[in-house]
């Protein structure tokens, strides 16, 4: 799977042909083309093509691997072959791991035009809903750097050279740009995580385009001194998670979120129940943040960049609150406490 992800990596990049090119003395940004993105139960979705017939999927940066759904799998009549030796990473949703026992082989797998052969895809157990077939992970999303473009609900790889720092923000023009430093730590390979502050208190996060709200651990929310029974916190109901597995959630008042060096003041989030703290994270930060959000991923840098674009940072903050969402100049964090 590897190899053949690597290959098409370079299949890909080659066969989108020429994108908008903006260079500077030393820095060079060549944008291929967007992929469109359309919104299904809060997820972002894309289409492309299964042997010749269309399939949507959600863009998911909190998988490594590609996946399809079993019903989607009957569905387009792929064979399934049983274990999943090529990954040798457990799938994960914030409910807890997905099983995987089967795998597939699409022949001909079409993104952006360009057809990839006999691509792998990891199938669940259960899980999905409806007309989406299936998750894009970080395989796909490591073609290039990406642009996370949701307020215009777009999706690009973006190939840069000789660009340093945030250089490669092109569009912010004077914008208040923030970023954050990704963590690899061995164990969740091709995910996006980072460090932020809930309340001053230090908690790592997973950038996560595939939840579709955000949503700090009960753990995590305790550190920062908010509880299901703390002031002001009420009870949202059970909110499904990849797999079909549902959490136990609340809505709480959170005082201050810091991402990068934007802040977010008097704000309300999700708190859960989130098996495991997902993989060891604190907080899921959802595709509620990407659509506020312009979102750059330098992956040689290991960064996450980002302009605020206007809105609700948190599906759950009031209007007014959200108007709050202003980037302040980088400032020394409170302690954090692990």
């Given at each position: 799977?590897?190899?053949t992800?690597?290959?098409?990596?370079?299949?890909?990049?080659?066969?989108?042909?020429?994108?908008?090119?903006?260079?500077?003395?030393?820095?060079?940004i060549?944008?291929?083309p967007?992929?469109?993105?359309?919104?299904?139960?809060?997820?972002?979705?894309t289409?492309?093509?299964?042997?010749?017939?269309?399939?949507?999927?959600?863009?998911?940066?909190?998988?490594?691997y590609?996946?399809?759904?079993?019903?989607?799998?009957?569905?387009?009549?792929?064979?399934?072959?049983?274990?999943?030796?090529?990954?040798?990473?457990p799938?994960?949703?914030a409910?807890?791991?997905?099983?995987?026992?089967?795998?597939?082989?699409?022949?001909?797998?079409?993104?952006?035009?360009?057809?990839?052969?006999?691509?792998?895809?990891?199938?669940?157990?259960?899980?999905?809903?409806?007309?989406?077939?299936?998750?894009l992970?970080?395989?796909?999303?490591?073609?290039?750097?990406?642009?996370?473009?949701?307020?215009?609900?777009?999706?690009?790889?973006i190939?840069?050279?000789?660009?340093?720092?945030?250089?490669?923000?092109?569009?912010?023009h004077?914008?208040?740009?923030?970023?954050?430093?990704?963590?690899?730590?061995?164990?969740?390979?091709?995910?996006?995580?980072?460090?932020?502050?809930?309340?001053?208190?230090?908690?790592?996060?997973?950038?996560?385009?595939?939840?579709?709200?955000?949503?700090?651990?009960?753990?995590?929310?305790?550190?920062?001194?908010?509880?299901?029974?703390?002031?002001?916190?009420?009870?949202?109901?059970?909110?499904?998670?990849?797999?079909?597995?549902?959490?136990?959630?609340?809505?709480?008042?959170?005082?201050?979120?810091?991402?990068?060096?934007?802040?977010?003041?008097?704000?309300?989030?999700?708190?859960?129940?989130?098996?495991?703290?997902?993989?060891?994270?604190?907080?899921?930060?959802?595709?509620?943040?990407?659509?506020?959000?312009?979102?750059?991923?330098?992956?040689?840098?290991?960064?996450?960049?980002f302009?605020?674009?206007?809105g609700?940072?948190?599906?759950?903050?009031?209007?007014?609150?959200?108007?709050?969402?202003?980037?302040?100049?980088?400032?020394?964090?409170?302690?954090?406490?692990?």
């Amino acid at each position: 799977m590897r190899n053949t992800c690597r290959t098409g990596c370079v299949i890909v990049l080659a066969a989108l042909g020429a994108g908008a090119a903006m260079a500077s003395a030393r820095c060079t940004i060549e944008r291929f083309p967007a992929l469109r993105i359309t919104f299904v139960h809060g997820q972002p979705t894309t289409t492309a093509l299964i042997n010749g017939r269309k399939a949507l999927f959600t863009i998911d940066s909190g998988d490594y691997y590609n996946m399809i759904w079993p019903a989607a799998a009957r569905r387009y009549g792929l064979p399934l072959s049983a274990g999943s030796q090529a990954y040798d990473t457990p799938v994960r949703g914030a409910g807890g791991g997905v099983e995987v026992e089967q795998q597939t082989i699409v022949r001909t797998f079409t993104l952006l035009n360009v057809p990839l052969h006999d691509v792998y895809f990891t199938v669940a157990y259960r899980g999905g809903h409806g007309k989406v077939a299936g998750l894009l992970g970080e395989n796909v999303l490591r073609l290039a750097d990406d642009e996370f473009d949701f307020p215009r609900h777009t999706l690009r790889f973006i190939e840069a050279k000789g660009c340093v720092g945030d250089q490669l923000v092109y569009w912010a023009h004077g914008q208040a740009i923030s970023s954050v430093k990704l963590q690899h730590d061995g164990r969740h390979f091709g995910q996006l995580i980072g460090d932020v502050h809930v309340n001053g208190q230090r908690v790592r996060a997973s950038f996560d385009t595939g939840a579709p709200i955000t949503v700090l651990s009960l753990r995590a929310a305790r550190r920062a001194g908010v509880t299901p029974n703390s002031p002001g916190v009420v009870p949202n109901g059970m909110v499904e998670g990849i797999g079909g597995t549902r959490i136990m959630t609340w809505i709480a008042p959170i005082n201050q979120v810091q991402i990068g060096s934007e802040t977010i003041e008097h704000t309300r989030m999700l708190i859960g129940r989130i098996v495991a703290a997902h993989s060891g994270n604190g907080m899921l930060i959802g595709s509620d943040f990407f659509r506020a959000h312009r979102v750059y991923v330098a992956h040689r840098q290991a960064r996450l960049y980002f302009t605020y674009t206007g809105g609700r940072v948190f599906a759950f903050a009031h209007h007014r609150a959200s108007a709050s969402a202003k980037a302040l100049p980088p400032k020394e964090p409170a302690a954090a406490h692990r």
